[in-house]
């Protein structure tokens, strides 16, 4: 460091940013302390950023979370939400007032009578399935439609998804790879290719 440093500030005196790479190291935050001490003594040294190939046990948790189906099988009163990471089937009850937010795709095969959303946040390309007649309001991501408004025909076969124009659209579980052809490629939680 001290003869790059000396050949640095001689030729060009401009700060260089390093990238690191622990590999399958994950360094805890004592450890990226003590590197950034060290790039502290080399005004013309920065740590762009500390990289590895290997995540935390969180992380791991929250992405087998994410994959998960989940059955819930609730009632969601007037005034409550309901926040859920990953797939649900539910067999519950949403009540006139209530929120179901999911993060992955949504089955129905209770009895929706409230707001729900499939892609919480902001994940358009996720779908809910099932009979929600009777809904407040569907939503994906940030597209939403208030069911009062429209007189749609729907069963236990319906798909409601974000289309190409970004508009929420309505189709049948027959059509469903036409539909959302990545859905096939998950399978038993694991993406396929």
């Excluded at 000396?6 to 060009?12: G, L, V, W, Y």
């Excluded at 450890?31 to 762009?48: A, G, L, M, Q």
């Excluded at 407040?136 to 408004?149: K, N, S, Y």
């Amino acid at each position: 460091m001290n003869s790059l440093k000396t050949q640095t500030a001689s030729t060009h005196p401009q700060t260089i940013s390093f990238d690191i790479y622990t590999g399958m190291r994950l360094w805890s935050a004592d450890d990226r302390s003590k590197i950034e001490t060290i790039f502290s003594d080399y005004p013309y040294f920065s740590v762009h950023k500390i990289t590895s190939d290997v995540i935390t046990k969180d992380q791991s948790a929250q992405m087998l979370e994410q994959l998960s189906v989940h059955v819930i099988d609730q009632i969601i009163r007037n005034g409550q939400e309901a926040h859920i990471q990953g797939d649900v089937l539910f067999l519950g009850k949403v009540h006139e007032g209530g929120k179901l937010l999911v993060s992955g795709n949504i089955y129905v095969l209770g009895d929706v009578k409230g707001i729900i959303q499939a892609g919480a946040p902001d994940f358009e390309d996720k779908m809910i399935i099932g009979d929600v007649h009777n809904a407040q309001q569907v939503r994906i991501g940030e597209q939403f439609e208030i069911l009062d408004d429209t007189k749609r025909k729907m069963n236990s076969g319906t798909v409601i998804y974000v289309n190409d124009l970004h508009v929420l659209d309505y189709g049948n579980v027959e059509d469903l790879k036409q539909i959302n052809p990545k859905f096939f490629n998950q399978i038993g939680g694991v993406i396929n290719g």
